[in-house]
């Protein structure tokens, strides 16, 4: 019987969802490595490999079988072929533009456990999706807005999250579009450099985001009376922001926020909140030769009366903090913390703090390859981000499930 590949689900599943993957028909103890791939839409390669022996009857199934010193990662790790997927261009971060398209993920079986891979013995080709099959994409161009919807199947009404994403500008739908798999009608929001949104604003207008609250909770498949928001980065400090100033804001899951107004002030009707300083010179070199700018910002506890925090105390939502302990970017875990303790201060118990070790700035659903070193979001120079691969892959997994929990509680 000649090797071949068995995947479970075999042809298509949704990028965050787990993917069995076994080989049958080696020979007993046969030493193979197996490797994955797939280009991003620029025609960038990933690819990960592991090296393993069959059982005794020539099977061999990574829900069983630890991988072996040497490959991209080793012991069990039954989703470890996808998660440690790294670029093959340094410092290139896996983006999803078109999320109607799926990835397309290569798994070859290669012979023995060589620096060189040796005869190629089995392959099998498989999708990794965005949208389950009746998930409608709805592009948003309303009064001011700018977004896509996404719909779960059928005509029910279902629980409306708004998803923030950070510093980039542009609107990305990955993160809403795998949201709306799961029975949330989630509308992905851009705010800046879209289209005719403004390229470089001088304040954020909460007044935009409120338009986009009230088209959520008048769309007649969006269960009320709130919404939910998920922010990252400076998308969850917007979120924040909202849940302090405007109304119908119900449940907000906050990832790597800062808690002050950053780089672009916010306004709403006569308030404005003006931000925190930044200080450049505070970046440290690290052994790497690049930097760490985690000291740059001001901290907004330490000022007194300090304007640039947001006003959370303000908010009646119920707030979910995921911060990555490996931030390089923003202070997250102590910001969470320390506005905890305000909340805690006056009584509220409307909080929840998820921290997760080994794990940096960007906090993805769950496969999406560690982007442990980037371009920084502000400084724009190529700066450590954090993480560390086997924390983080856990750390998305665990997060992703914990958020649908939190909405599904909520919401």
């Known amino acids: 019987m000649a090797p071949s590949v068995r995947l479970s689900p075999a042809a298509r599943s949704l990028f965050d969802e787990p993917l069995a993957i076994a080989v049958q028909g080696l020979g007993p103890r046969q030493q193979v490595t197996l490797r994955t791939s797939l280009r991003d839409e620029t025609g960038e390669l990933f690819q990960a490999s592991a090296r393993y022996q069959a059982g005794d009857d020539g099977q061999l199934d990574l829900a069983r079988c630890p991988a072996l010193p040497g490959g991209s990662f080793c012991g069990l790790e039954p989703m470890g072929l996808l998660w440690a997927l790294q670029p093959q261009k340094p410092f290139w971060r896996l983006i999803k533009r078109d999320v109607q398209s799926p990835f397309l993920l290569q798994l070859e079986v290669l012979e023995g456990h060589g620096e060189r891979p040796g005869r190629l013995l089995a392959q099998a080709q498989h999708e990794r999706a965005f949208l389950r099959d009746g998930v409608r994409r709805v592009p948003v161009r309303e009064g ?228 442990p070193i980037g371009s920084h979001p502000v400084f724009h120079k190529r700066a450590v981000l954090g993480g560390e691969l086997k924390a983080y892959s856990k750390a998305q997994v665990h997060a992703w499930s914990q958020v649908q929990a939190f909405f599904k509680k909520y919401l």
């Open 144 to 371: 001011r807005i700018r977004a896509t919807l996404f719909l779960p199947p059928g005509e029910d009404t279902f629980p409306g999250i708004i998803d923030i994403h950070g510093y980039g500008g542009g609107l990305l739908e990955p993160r809403a579009s795998l949201l709306a798999n799961h029975g949330f009608a989630t509308l992905a929001l851009a705010y800046y450099q879209f289209e005719d949104l403004p390229q470089k604003p001088k304040e954020l207008h909460l007044e935009y985001f409120e338009e986009a609250v009230n088209y959520m909770l008048q769309h007649p498949q969006v269960k009320g009376p709130g919404v939910g928001l998920l922010g990252f980065s400076k998308g969850a400090e917007v979120s924040l922001a909202m849940a302090a100033f405007l109304k119908n804001i119900t449940a907000v899951a906050s990832l790597n926020a800062p808690v002050a107004a950053t780089c672009i002030p916010f306004s709403y009707k006569d308030k404005v909140i003006p931000t925190v300083t930044l200080y450049e010179h505070k970046a440290k070199a690290t052994n790497s030769k690049f930097l760490d700018y985690s000291d740059v910002i001001d901290d907004p506890f330490q000022a007194p009366g300090n304007q640039s925090l947001i006003p959370i105390d303000k908010a009646e939502a119920q707030f979910l903090f995921i911060v990555g302990q490996d931030d390089r970017v923003v202070k997250s875990e102590y910001y969470a913390t320390e506005v905890c303790k305000l909340l805690q201060a006056q009584g509220k118990g409307n909080f929840h703090i998820l921290s997760y070790p080994g794990t940096g700035h960007c906090i993805d659903p769950p496969f999406f390859p560690l982007y």
